[in-house]
């Protein structure tokens, strides 16, 4: 997914090098808020952290087909959507996402995680997306139970946040049946 224009004000586009000055200007504005539920945040101090980060997922991306996208809302970068990873033996897709405060709320990251499993699904075939939220991550939650994910499990201590283990619900969405 190279360049996927969602509707005239939407677009996600592959993270280029030349991107790192804005997705890290977009972090460091927005750290307090993002920090809440996103662990790197802190360890992004300065563009070239960015830089690291884009340079990593277009390596991953040679390497794996895992990639990562930038969400850019009236030609601003508002966030980021990727795949973390993709299992290819299991066929599964493991992604992750995140907004600006800013542009929560009007349904932008559900267009954009339609357009990425609809691409997994089709076009990469994976059969399953996997999501782990944390537990209070209300909004987090919201988005995927929005976009029909199904709970299946806890994950204690799934990650490490702000000094304390968190546990995850992990949830699991499957390609909709085929009609009859
Ligand atoms: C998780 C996160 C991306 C959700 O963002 P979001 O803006 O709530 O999600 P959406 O873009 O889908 O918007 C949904 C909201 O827009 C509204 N909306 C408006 N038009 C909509 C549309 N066409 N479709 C869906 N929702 C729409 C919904 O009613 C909902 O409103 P609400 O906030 O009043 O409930 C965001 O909170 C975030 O970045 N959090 C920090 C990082 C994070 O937690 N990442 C996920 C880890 S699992």
Sequence with gaps: MLCHKINPGLELRLLQPADAPALFA??????????????????????ADSAK???GALRERAATRAFASGIWASGRL?????????????????PGWWLEPGSQGQGIMSACCRA???????QLQVHRIVVGVAIGN????AL?????????????????????GVDHIIYSLLPAPAGP
């Design 53 to 55: 980060f884009i340079a």
């Design 116 to 122: 990425l499993f609809e691409h997994a699904f089709t």
């Design 26 to 47: 977009l972090v460091d504005a927005n750290r307090a808020s993002l920090r809440e539920w996103l662990p790197w945040v802190d360890d992004t101090v300065k563009v």
């Design 138 to 141: 209300l909004r987090g939650e």
């Design 78 to 94: 508002v966030g980021v959507i990727r795949h973390n990873r993709i299992d290819w033996a299991a066929r599964i897709a493991f």
């Design 144 to 164: 995927v139970r929005r976009l029909g994910f199904t709970p299946l499990s806890t994950l204690r201590h799934a990650e490490w946040l702000n000094g304390r």
